[in-house]
């Protein structure tokens, strides 16, 4: 089994920031990318932001600047910095993992969900 578990959700004003952090434990061989994604009210989960093994980041366009993802691949986590929120950032983000739970066994996890609240 493996378990993504998000916190640093919350309420902030706009202009205001949040981080967000994402721990993956259980049985884990490697992992690959992790990343964010959100989903609003009414609307399709979007990505955020993606980082490779290797440090490779990506960002939706929209968001490039504002949001900052890092990873520390020893201890499997993958964190979100997010700044200058705005009330369309409102939404709950997910963690995402494409890992190995053994050297052959490939797979996409995801997290419960973290709600982030950006008030005007």
């Known amino acids: 089994q493996v378990q993504l578990v998000e916190s640093g959700g919350g309420l902030v004003q706009a202009g205001g920031s949040l981080s967000l952090s994402c721990a993956a434990s259980g049985m884990i061989y490697r992992i690959n990318g992790m990343g964010w994604y959100r989903q609003a009210p009414g609307m399709q989960r979007e990505l955020v932001a993606q980082i490779t093994d290797n440090g490779n980041t990506d960002y939706t366009d929209s968001l490039k600047g504002r949001f900052t993802i890092s990873r520390d691949v020893l201890k499997n986590t993958v964190s979100l910095q997010m700044n200058s929120l705005k009330p369309e950032d409102t939404a709950v983000y997910y963690c995402?993992?494409?890992?190995?739970?053994?050297?052959?066994?490939?797979?996409?996890?995801w997290g419960q969900g973290t709600q982030v609240t950006v008030s005007e």
């Open positions: 995402n993992a494409d890992l190995f739970t053994t050297r052959w066994e490939r797979g996409t996890y």
